[in-house]
C-alpha cells in the first residue's frame, strides 16, 4: 500500500480552468502538507494542516484553496489557473505537528502544466 | 533564516564511498540537521537527520561538524540506485514554514 497517494499524476488544462489534486495518507498521521517544486527544483512549503486545522499559509494566491475533509485527506483546488501555476505538486505527511525532529513522508507528485 | 549551501552537482563511481557536504553556517543551538533524497519522478524520501552527534542508519551516516556549521552525508558504497538530487534542510525550532523549504540540494551521478 502507498502511504501517501495522490491523483492525478499528470494534470494538463488551459489557462482559467478549475482543478483539483487529491492526497490521502494511510499512515495514521496528523499533519500533511502541500509543496510546489518549480523548474529550478526548488522544493516550497504551500500550506500545512494538523487534524482538519490549517496552520501554514505561505504567502500563496488565495486561487489556491486547500480543503480537508478529514486527517487522512487533503485536497488541493486550484481556480483560474495560469501560466505560472505550472510546477509539480507534492502532498506529504507528518505523525505530528510541525516539529524540528519529525520525518516528512512524500507523495509521488502530479505534473500540472497549464497551457 | 537559516539556510544551506550545497554544491550543485556531484559525481561518484559505482561502489564508492560518497561524501556529499552542506554549509549551514547560520544554525542555531536548537536547529536539527535534514537530508532528504529524491529519486527521479518521486516525492523526496527521508535519508537522515541529527542535531550534534555523528549519526548511522541503514541508508547512511550523518557526520555534524563540532561547530555544527556543517555536516557530510555519507554513503559507504554508492550504488545506481543512489543517484538523485540530495537536499540538506535545517528544522529550526521557530514553528515557522521556514524550516520546511527545501533548497535547490545537489545532484548525485553514479557512474558504473
Known amino acids: 500500500d502507498t502511504a501517501v497517494s495522490q491523483t492525478p499524476k499528470y494534470l494538463v488544462t488551459q489557462m482559467g480552468n478549475d482543478k483539483s489534486i487529491k492526497c490521502e495518507q494511510n499512515l495514521g498521521h496528523d499533519t500533511m502538507y502541500w509543496y510546489k517544486q518549480d523548474s529550478k527544483k526548488f522544493l516550497k512549503i504551500m500550506f500545512s494542516?494538523?487534524?482538519?486545522?490549517?496552520?501554514i499559509n505561505e504567502t500563496v494566491p488565495n486561487r489556491f484553496s486547500p480543503k480537508s475533509p478529514d486527517k487522512a485527506h487533503l485536497n488541493l483546488h486550484i481556480n483560474s489557473l495560469e501560466l505560472g501555476d505550472s510546477a509539480v505538486y507534492f502532498c506529504?505527511?507528518?505523525?505530528?505537528?510541525?516539529?524540528?525532529?519529525?520525518?516528512?513522508?512524500f507523495g509521488s507528485g502530479t505534473q500540472l502544466s497549464v497551457l | 533564516d537559516a539556510k544551506t549551501t550545497q554544491p550543485n552537482s556531484m559525481e561518484s563511481n559505482e561502489e564508492e564511498p560518497v561524501h556529499l557536504p552542506c554549509n549551514h553556517s547560520t544554525i542555531s543551538g536548537t536547529d536539527y540537521i535534514h537530508w532528504y533524497r529524491q529519486l527521479p519522478s518521486q516525492g523526496p524520501e527521508y535519508v537522515i537527520h541529527g542535531l550534534t552527534s555523528n549519526v548511522n542508519n541503514r541508508m547512511a551516516s550523518l557526520a555534524i561538524a563540532e561547530d555544527r556549521k556543517s555536516s557530510t552525508l555519507i554513503l559507504h558504497r554508492a550504488t545506481l540506485r543512489d543517484a538523485a538530487v540530495y537536499y540538506c534542510?535545517?528544522?529550526?525550532?521557530?514553528?515557522?514554514?521556514?524550516?520546511?523549504?527545501f533548497g535547490s540540494g545537489t545532484q548525485l551521478t553514479v557512474l558504473p
Open positions: 494542516y494538523n487534524n482538519k486545522e490549517l496552520i
Open positions: 506529504a505527511s507528518s505523525q505530528i505537528r510541525v516539529s524540528t525532529n519529525e520525518k516528512l513522508f
Open positions: 534542510i535545517l528544522r529550526v525550532a521557530s514553528g515557522s514554514a521556514r524550516q520546511l523549504t
